[in-house]
């Protein structure tokens, strides 16, 4: 049993890259089933794959469902992993596949609400008064207006933090494409930001 975290990794001066590496670890000593391996390997990625889903799921309700759905999807073919690449993109990958069958899946039922005003009774349903969370609403509002392509490069690489190698690997494109989109997706971004009157604390 893994009583202790994994050995210290060539990354450990870059604070991403090493918790990459010791996600990695993780999954890698998980395969042989090990609950405390399963357990630390969960947890170092559960956040990501929440903020992931957030931002390419329109439906809020359904990103804690999705998550769960992604680490089932994850921990049932976890022995195929061979650590190739990170765990974490390797993980958002299976994300990505869950969001999309969930659109595929809502795609094929009947739609049904019992309020009046779906919208209104969707937005009373969000949290609010939490720390940050205007700033987050509008974020979300701004990324919203991306091209989806865009904003999912935008994502995975100013928010996630993924290198724009395993950003292009998960996106199944080139890195100069990769690239091409974060650039255009900034420069949107910066000028919808310009023409609106945005905290300060957002467009920092």
């Not at 094929?108 to 205007?134: I, K, M, N, S, Y």
């Not at 190698?165 to 910066?190: H, I, K, N, Y």
């Amino acid at each position: 049993m893994i009583t202790s975290a994994p050995a210290a990794t060539p990354y450990d001066d870059d604070p991403t890259r090493s918790a990459d590496a010791s996600a990695t670890a993780w999954a890698l000593a998980a395969r042989t089933g090990d609950p405390a391996a399963v357990e630390h390997f969960v947890r170092a990625l559960h956040r990501d794959v929440l903020r992931y889903i957030a931002h390419l799921c329109a439906d809020p309700q359904a990103v804690d469902d999705l998550a769960q759905d992604t680490f089932v999807r994850a921990l049932g073919s976890l022995h195929l992993f061979e650590g190739r690449s990170s765990a974490r993109v390797w993980l958002l990958a299976i994300a990505r596949r869950a969001v999309v069958d969930g659109y595929r899946y809502a795609a094929a039922q009947p739609r049904h609400c019992g309020a009046p005003d779906w919208q209104l009774a969707v937005e009373r349903a969000q949290p609010r008064g939490l720390p940050g969370f205007d700033d987050g609403v509008a974020l979300l509002d701004l990324l919203a207006t991306l091209p989806e392509k865009r904003r999912e490069a935008f994502v995975l690489t100013q928010l996630h933090g993924l290198p724009y190698a395993e950003a292009a690997a998960l996106s199944d494109c080139p890195v100069g494409t990769v690239r091409s989109r974060v650039a255009r997706a900034r420069s949107t971004l910066m000028a919808l930001l310009a023409a609106s009157d945005e905290p300060p604390a957002l467009a920092a």
